[in-house]
Structure formats: C-alpha cells, structure tokens
C-alpha cells in the first residue's frame, strides 16, 4: 500500500505523473481527464461520458480501439517469444514478415519508389532521429563530410526528441530548450490559405517556395545540405495540404543538388490519405521513409524507417571497411510490435479501410463545411482522405479560438484536435469510422461552436 490508496485518481495524477504536452498551471487546476474504455470510434471517460473520438488517439489508432484480432496476435507473439533483440544479426519470424511486407506494400503503392531494407525503432521521433543519422553516416561514407545540415519548414511536426525537436518547425516546441539547434533550416511553410500574398495563386505560391527554397540552397551552399524533410500533409501544422505542383517542383530541386529527401510519412502512413502512403497521393520519390503510428494502429510503440537503394548500396559497400553499423535500440524489430503489425495490416486489407478513408474524405469535408464552414469564424475547410481541418480566422494574432471550440466539443460528445501552429482543429478519425458517426461528429461540433459564440464574439 502506498500513501496513496485511499486519494482519488485526480489527485493521484496532479501528484505524480509528469504528463507529456501539457500545461502544468492547468493539471493542477483542473486535473486531468480520466479515460476507462474504448470501442470502434468510442472513447469512454470515468464520469460515464462516451466521446466519439475524431482524432484517433493521436493520428494513430487507425484500425479503431478494441480490435480483438490485434490483442490475440500480440497474446500469442508475447506467449511464444516474449522479446528478441535484433543486434548481432540476431533475427524472429514476425519481423522479418514484417520488413518484406512493408518493401512490398510501399513499391506496389508508390509508383517509381525503391526501398531496400527496414529499420525498426519506437516512436515517430525517433524514425526520424534515425532518418538524420543515417544522412549524416552516408555522406561521411561518401566521403563528403560537410554535407549535412537538414532543411524542414515551418510549422513541420517532425517529433520532440532532441534531433526530431529541432526539425520541427514551431516555435511553441523550442520555447526554453535551446532549439532548433545547429544544422537545421526552416523554410516557408506551404500552405496557401495562410502564407500566400492577397491575389497569389497557388501555382504562383508553389513558385514563390521554390524560389525560395533555392535561395536558400545557394546561399548555404548544396555542399552542405543532407536532406529535405517533408510530410507529405502537415498534420500537427494544420491539415497542411501541399499547394499545386509542389512536391514534383521539390524533388526537381533535391535532385539537381544531390540532396536527399525524407518523407515523414508518421501519420500520413497506412491509408489515413485515402491511399497506403502519402508518398503515393503526392507523387513523392523518397530516400527514406519514417512510419510509426499507424503501423501498429498505437497497440503496440513501434517505429520504421525504409532505405532506399542508393543509400543501402553505399552502406553496404562499405561495410567490410566500417564494421557493424553502430546504431539501434534495444526494442529495434521487436516481435510482439511486428506480430500486431501485420494483424493490423490484415485487418485494414481485409476491410477495405484505405478505400474507406479515399470514399469518405469527401464526406467528412462536406459534413464540416456545411454546418461551420460558412460561419464568420472559419476561414477554410480541407482534407485528404481521413485528415481534414477547420481553420479559424479573423482573430486576434495569439487568440486561439478553436482551443474555446474545442473544450466546447468535449462537452458535446467529440473529441477534436486544436492545433498548436494555426487556429485549426483537426479531425483524423479511425479509418473504422462510418458516414453516419462522420454526420453525428460534425452535428456535435456544429453545436459547440454555436455553444462557444458568447466567448468567441
Ligand atoms: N512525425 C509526425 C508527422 C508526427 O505527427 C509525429 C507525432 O505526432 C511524430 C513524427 C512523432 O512521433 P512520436 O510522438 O511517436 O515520437
């Protein structure tokens, strides 16, 4: 028994636990909110209240919660081989059906892609930690060893690791941890509706990017730049879809001056762009790929990064001469997170659940559009297949009008996303979900912007 036994679970919390992006001021006002149960699209709080959740946990929990078929494969993997590490060449079964899989799922899926081998980590930071390494070993092996500063744009999500930290590109993360540090640019974030001059079209805006990104090259100098890390749609930034012709007109660039692309694929990944990968929706040619979250739909913390060919050709070259690659982590290919792995894929095949996001993207678009979209207070509504958002405008700078909304919604019965970068709220529900839960979520939102008015008049 601990001090403790005889205190609520609130006070337990404010009193121990040091929760991740969170406001310390307000877990000690408020306290926190206790989740209990989770169905399909349905989350339960310990006040008996059920959210329909239209954020997935996270981006993450693609295949929906309570997926008997991911627990049983996870039971099983955990009954059989408990843990297996990966160092030393040591190898297990799931993982191994797992790294074949992925290759083969991303080259059907990803037209002109080439991917050679899958590292497997734990997180989406640390994919893209491992992304940043593995530039920084394969220019050292090419033996141009000033070639590695990465460029990321503003308002990218890229992590909170130290590294992943630094590539992300708002400004809320780096707030008194001495970030972005060295070696990272920040180029103009992509999105038209926000950063494009009045009367500037979107082919007019894509060329204003590139210009600048070339700028940008020349001015630091191609001989010092690694990678370009995009993803394919800015989740955390504000449902950023990319302006016409952009990635193409990137990729023109990165090639020309040899610098590799890194498609953050961490929630665009398993089919939450109505296609398996980002990379296919937006015509992307990566040199490495980081997936997490929907890999696993969030059973089971794992992470992977695919290689192309042209960097595992240079690694391996040079392997007799550099001896093993020193880089990994104890859980790297664990067997119980790559047995949930591929029951999540089968789960998702045999349900149809990417055409589900492709088929009703659309529909979660329209649904929002038609009750908040022609409010003062929304400026736009976007999406790609099951990530869309609602992005407020006329405020204040600073004021964050859909954090009111949002606190509005809980209590209506929906869990919404407000983003950190832009007043936007997103909206990325399980790829489970149905037309009539996508109606009933955009109903409920309805009433809680009508709700917050008085405070956002
Ligand atoms: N990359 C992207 C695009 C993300 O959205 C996230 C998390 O939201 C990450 C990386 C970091 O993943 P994790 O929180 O698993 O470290």
Redesign the pocket.
């Known amino acids: 028994m601990n001090e403790f036994t005889n205190v609520s679970l609130d006070r337990m919390d404010r009193a121990s636990l040091f929760h991740p992006v969170s406001s310390i001021h307000d877990i000690t006002t408020h306290g926190p909110q206790i989740y209990t149960d989770a169905k399909g699209v349905e989350v339960t709080r310990d006040t008996g209240q059920t959210l329909l959740d239209m954020g997935a946990g996270?981006?993450c929990v693609n295949v929906g919660y309570g997926r008997t078929e991911l627990v049983q494969a996870g039971a099983e993997a955990m009954q059989k081989l408990s843990f297996q590490h990966f160092f030393g060449g040591a190898s297990a079964e799931p993982t191994i059906r797992l790294a074949d899989r992925l290759l083969g799922l991303f080259r059907e899926t990803v037209p002109g892609s080439d991917m050679a081998r899958v590292f497997f980590g734990n997180?989406?930071?640390?994919a893209?930690d491992t992304a940043v390494k593995l530039v920084v070993y394969y220019n050292n092996l090419r033996g141009k060893p000033d070639k590695k500063k990465i460029i990321s744009r503003q308002g990218a999500?890229?992590?909170?690791t130290m590294t992943?930290a630094g590539l992300t590109g708002i400004a809320g993360y780096h707030t008194a941890f001495d970030l972005p540090g060295k070696g990272v640019l920040h180029t103009t974030c992509p999105h038209h509706f926000g950063f494009a001059t009045p009367g500037e079209s979107e082919a007019a805006f894509t060329d204003r990017l590139i210009a600048e990104l070339e700028q940008m090259i020349a001015r630091e100098g191609a001989d010092t730049i690694g990678a370009f890390i995009a993803?394919p749609v800015m989740?955390?930034g504000g449902v950023l879809l990319p302006p016409e012709g952009y990635f193409a007109r990137v990729q023109e660039v990165l090639d020309r001056h040899d610098i590799l692309l890194i498609a953050?694929e961490?929630?665009t990944g398993f089919g939450r762009t109505g296609q398996w990968f980002g990379s296919g929706t937006y015509g992307l040619r990566p040199d490495i790929v980081?997936l997490?979250?929907g890999l696993t739909s969030a059973y089971f913390p794992m992470?992977a990064s695919m290689i192309s060919t042209r960097m595992w050709e240079v690694f391996a070259n040079a392997s007799e001469k550099t001896g093993a690659v020193m880089h990994g982590f104890t859980y790297s290919g664990h067997p119980v997170g790559a047995a949930i792995a591929l029951a999540n894929l089968d789960v998702m095949t045999r349900e149809g659940m990417v055409d589900n996001a492709a088929r009703l993207g659309p529909v979660l678009v329209d649904a929002l559009q038609s009750r908040v979209g022609g409010t003062p207070h929304v400026g736009d509504v976007r999406g790609v297949g099951l990530m869309a958002g609602v992005e407020f405008a006329g405020f204040p700078a600073g004021s964050a009008p859909h954090k009111i909304v949002a606190k509005h919604a809980m209590q209506a019965g929906v869990l919404t996303r407000a983003l950190p970068y832009r007043p936007v709220t997103s909206f990325s529900p399980p790829l489970c979900v149905t037309e009539a839960e996508i109606i009933e979520a955009a109903t409920r939102y309805d009433r809680a912007l009508k709700a917050a008015m008085p405070e956002l008049d």
């Open positions: 996270l981006w997180s989406g930071s640390d893209n999500y890229h992590g909170l992943a993803e989740g955390t953050d961490v929630i980081s997490a979250k992470s």
